[in-house]
């Protein structure tokens, strides 16, 4: 039986949320939308690697044992020498990758011009790198913006995510770089295809308890690939797909697929469960306020010409 990424996540369902609360009435908003609003940090999920790790093949979950393996490692991090940098963890749902299309698991081939630009994308990523200039230095490093894939996958720190509504509106928050998307519902065109952003052009709908976000209008600077977007770039093609579904009141589904044909030779999804916590805290990005970096590098850069003549 071949795997769809609609497959997969029917599987994740059952691993991740069991069967508590089936059949159990969700909430809605006092307008009568399902009630996306809350707080949801993915840092649980941000241990379940990008990628699945070939030897598994086409298996989108893992047994108990194994997952009991897996979050004994992460219980033997937090309690060990990085508890500190790795103390938002916690124990990661069965799955095997946040990729869930492809049925491996694994990114599709790019394209040769999406191979040219992510093989420069990386050289900007060696510390040797001697970046001449700021704008030679990636959105993420310069503070700027992760993109909405960023912002989206999980990461071990400063992941959480606020989503708010009120009629024809939906607001979500994201922790890291102090981002915020206003998502109007409803039948809207997209700006023009001139004005591009960061994080594009969002427009919302419902398609029953499922609330579908297409995004547009991308400027094609900021990456799509594992943590905080600094992967792999894309391109002013890329689209999104996000749908957000609550399993239950305390479990939201989160897809996103990703269609760049600038950058990929075909597109490919993304799914995992968020736990919801209202106890957490989503934290000021204070970056450029005590940041260095660029400068430092710049001067570096002025430097070593200064050495060279």
């Given amino acids: 039986m071949k795997f769809t990424a609609a497959v997969t996540l029917a599987c994740l369902l059952v691993v991740t949320a069991g069967i508590a609360g089936q059949g159990a009435r969700l909430p809605t908003t006092p307008w009568g939308e399902p009630d996306l609003r809350g707080t949801w940090p993915g840092s649980s999920v941000a241990s379940v690697s990008f990628e699945r790790d ?8 893992l047994t108990p044992e ?10 033997s991090q937090i309690f060990g020498e990085q508890a500190n940098f790795l103390a938002e963890l916690a124990h990661a749902p069965a799955i095997t990758s946040l990729i869930v299309d492809p049925e491996n698991g694994r990114l599709p081939p790019m394209t040769e011009d999406g191979a040219r630009r992510a093989a420069a994308w990386q050289l900007v990523a060696d510390p040797e790198f001697p970046a001449g ?9 310069r503070c700027i913006s992760r993109g909405v894939l960023g912002s989206a996958f999980p990461n071990v720190y400063g ?3 606020q989503i708010h509504q009120a009629p024809g509106v939906v607001v979500i928050r994201y922790e890291m770089v102090h981002e915020a998307r206003i998502i109007p519902i409803g039948r809207r065109a997209h700006l023009s295809p001139a004005i591009r952003s960061y994080m594009g052009d969002a427009r919302g709908s419902w398609d029953g308890d499922t609330l579908v976000v297409e995004t547009t209008n991308f400027n094609g600077r900021t990456g799509s690939y594992a943590r905080n977007g600094d992967g792999n770039p894309t391109s002013t093609a890329l689209r999104l797909v996000e749908r957000f579904r609550l399993r239950d009141e305390r479990t939201l589904l989160y897809e996103v697929r990703i269609e760049d044909p600038q ?3 075909r597109p490919w999804t993304v799914a ?4 919801r916590d209202d106890t957490y805290v989503l934290h000021e990005y204070a970056c450029h306020e005590g940041n260095y970096a660029i400068r430092n590098i710049l001067s ?9 003549k």
């Fill in 272 to 275: 995992f469960p968020i736990a």
């Fill in 263 to 265: 950058t990929w030779l």
């Fill in 54 to 61: 070939p030897s598994l093949g086409t298996r989108a979950t």
């Fill in 300 to 308: 570096a850069a002025r430097a070593s010409e200064g050495g060279r």
């Fill in 133 to 141: 200039s700021a704008d030679q230095l990636r959105p993420y490093d």
């Fill in 66 to 75: 194994e997952t009991a393996r897996q979050n004994a490692i992460i219980d």
């Fill in 159 to 161: 992941s959480g995510m």
